[in-house]
Each structure stands twice: as C-alpha cells, then as structure tokens.
C-alpha cells in the first residue's frame, strides 16, 4: 500500500521560510514524478513544481519560480520544496503527488493527505 505523508507545514510570516517533506512508504522515488501542488478554498488546485529524477527535470508554476525549489532524496525516499520569501498568495493546503515515470504524461497515481501553510502579513 502506498502512502505519501506530508509535514513541515505550519505558520509562517511573509518574507519567512518552510520547508516541506513528502516521505512515501509503499513507492520508491527513483524514476518516478513526484510533485507538490496546492489548494485555496475558491479555486482551482494548481501545480506548484514537480521533478523527475533521472533527467533532473524540475518544472515550476510561474507563481514560484525563483522562490521555491524542489529536490528529493533518495535515502530517505523523501521529497522536498523549500520554500522562500514566502508571499500571503501562497497560502493553502500544500499535497504531494507521485507517478512512475516520467512528468511528461498523466496525472499523478498517488496522493498525501495534504498539509497547510498559512502566511501572516
């Protein structure tokens, strides 16, 4: 059974940092897509970044480029988006996503629970 458990969420001030952790059990990283998106009450979910290990392809939305980065650690079957200069739109209920494969095609197969980052201005 798969499961991919978030943390690291909390609250932070604007201009402040988090980091957080998607940690799977059940699913291996390595050659596969793994991403975080993010959810606010009112609109659409959007994809924040994702990578895909073997070719070392990271993609971002727009909204985050330059801010956030994503990386993953094969180790600790853990992937990571740190998190800077954190702005009050990126408030939400943060979700990692993973696939086997590559980020190119399909929907990701697996999903945490989600956590919330909230920011104070």
């Known amino acids: 059974q798969v499961q991919l458990v978030e943390s690291g969420g909390g609250s932070v001030q604007a201009g402040g940092s988090l980091r957080l952790a998607c940690t799977a059990s059940?699913?291996?990283?390595?050659?596969?897509?793994a991403g975080w998106f993010r959810r606010v009450p009112g609109k659409d979910s959007e994809g924040v970044a994702a990578l895909y290990d073997r070719d070392n392809y990271t993609v971002y939305a727009n909204s985050v480029k330059g801010r956030f980065t994503i990386s993953q650690d094969n180790a600790k079957n853990t992937v990571y988006l740190q998190m800077n200069n954190l702005k009050p739109e990126d408030a939400g209920s943060y979700y990692c996503?993973?696939?086997?494969?590559?980020?190119?095609?399909?929907?990701?197969?697996?999903w945490g629970n989600g956590i919330l980052v909230t920011i104070s201005s």
């Open positions: 996503g993973a696939k086997d494969g590559t980020c190119a095609e399909g929907s990701m197969d697996y």
């Open positions: 059940g699913f291996s990283f390595i050659d596969a897509c």
